[in-house]
């Protein structure tokens, strides 16, 4: 099948001969202050290869490039049923996950409302929740029991450090979470006593986040897949690379990983460039950052993050009405027909550079790995929902690859499901290493 890659965007019509020409004016120099050329591209991307570069090394950088310690492919043949949770903000979504071994899955998923207080609550009562839940579903999937216990990967988006698949000690709480116990213990045996409490059969294998599930579940059913990312209120990406090519885990490797063996990488880029040094960062960038709550910080997923843009691009009035309500019920500003033609042209071109951008990740993967041709499977509400990204973000790997050829050889596609589907295949990959008596993590003293 030829792939031509997305259309351009299309722009939307309007006449401007009620606008006055200081606005004008000033829309022209503001489009000029945020357009980026084709040669900013590769400057970023050449730079951004550095850094990614520099966060496997001992020494570190702005990209911590975590060892995700998947060190298999799924090659699409795994089989058998394996469970997956995923512990979100304000619910919990247990999925049972049934692999067809050709490329294929069927999933069965219920949710579970976290109750208000258990965002503060203690460990005991946050896990024994989870386990409860848990309980619940299997009893539901399977009434009349199963014959063995059932492996679990366990989608745990909050920062964490790993020294093996199966471990994860809880750096600190995000999103609300404010619980007594848990911060600096490892969470698996955490959540292992809670399930042997209520004696439900299942053995947690897999600690793992939401950008290296999406990696893996895509590459389950696409043989072409190479990265996963995710673009939303954040933006990452995960990739294999290769455990000789990873500097800081020189002497950490048990001696059964082969030095030729694939690791799973989590980037967790939205850090990139907080040097500030190839960003081509407005005096309004600047002033976004100032007043975030972490000033210097996260400098990359600031500027491609586009939550309020994309409300304006999808007024879909003629007199923009829309985008008045929203001025003037979030800003309390009231806005002229004139004035907001102009901040729906300036909507769009923000939206133009962050898809931009955005694509740099994609391409310093895809050159520091030597990738040719590639699917880069996308999730997240920015990818999802955002007027004209994928088009944008097409072109902007145009510019930086000069393909000669009418075919996109990399382009970026819809992901599976990572924090369900993902988190299982992990599971899968995970237990058959430990079957097997593999290494699933560093060398142990």
Request: charged share 25%; glycine share 8%; with cysteine.
């Amino acid at each position: 099948m030829v792939h031509l890659g997305p259309k351009p965007p299309q722009h939307r019509k309007g006449t401007f001969t009620d606008v006055p020409q200081e606005l004008l004016t000033e829309l022209k120099n503001l489009e000029e202050l945020l357009t980026i050329t084709p040669e900013t591209l590769i400057k970023i991307t050449d730079h951004f290869i550095t850094e990614l570069d520099k966060g496997l090394s001992k020494k570190g950088g702005n990209i911590p490039m975590i060892p995700g310690w998947v060190l298999d492919f799924p090659t699409g043949k795994e089989t058998g049923d394996y469970l997956a949770i995923d512990l979100g903000g304000t619910n919990l979504r247990v999925v049972l996950v049934k692999l067809g071994g050709n490329r294929d899955f069927d999933t069965t998923q219920s949710k579970f409302a976290l109750p208000k207080h258990m965002r503060t609550a203690t460990s005991d009562e946050l896990f024994d929740f989870i386990a409860e839940c848990l309980k619940k579903f299997v009893d539901e999937e399977f009434p009349e029991g199963v014959s063995a216990p059932l492996p679990l990967g366990f989608t745990f988006s909050y920062p964490a450090s790993q020294n093996s698949i199966n471990e994860g000690v809880l750096q600190r709480w995000t999103k609300g979470f404010d619980i007594d116990g848990v911060e600096g213990k490892d969470v698996v045996p955490l959540l292992q006593a809670s399930i042997e409490k209520v004696q439900v059969p299942i053995e947690v294998v897999a600690l793992i986040n939401d950008t290296t599930g999406t990696l893996v579940a895509s590459m389950y059913t696409d043989s072409e897949a190479k990265m996963g990312l995710i673009f939303g209120t954040g933006c990452n990406g995960a990739y294999y690379d290769v455990v000789k090519d990873i500097p800081k885990l020189e002497g950490l490797i048990p001696d059964d990983i082969d030095a030729e063996s694939p690791m799973a990488i989590n980037c967790e880029y939205g850090a990139f460039d907080n040097e500030h040094l190839v960003l081509p960062r407005t005096k309004y960038d600047i002033q976004i950052d100032k007043e975030s709550p972490r000033p210097g910080q996260q400098s990359f997923e600031k500027m491609i993050n586009t939550s309020f843009p994309a409300k304006i691009e999808e007024d879909p009035f003629e007199n923009l009405s829309d985008v008045a309500d929203l001025f003037q019920n979030q800003l309390g500003i009231q806005t002229t027909s004139a004035e907001r033609k102009i901040i729906r042209v300036l909507a769009e071109k923000i939206g133009e550079r962050s898809s931009r951008l955005s694509i740099c990740g994609i391409a310093a993967i895809c050159k520091k790995r030597g990738y040719k041709s590639a699917h880069c499977a996308a999730d997240g509400s920015v990818y999802n929902k955002y007027p004209g990204f994928k088009e944008r973000a097409a072109q902007g790997l145009r510019d930086i690859f000069k393909w000669e050829s009418k075919e996109d050889p990399i382009i970026i596609v819809p992901a599976e499901d990572g924090s369900g589907a993902g988190a299982a295949i992990i599971a899968a990959l995970t237990q058959k290493r430990l079957k097997e008596g593999k290494s699933v993590g560093i060398k142990k003293n």
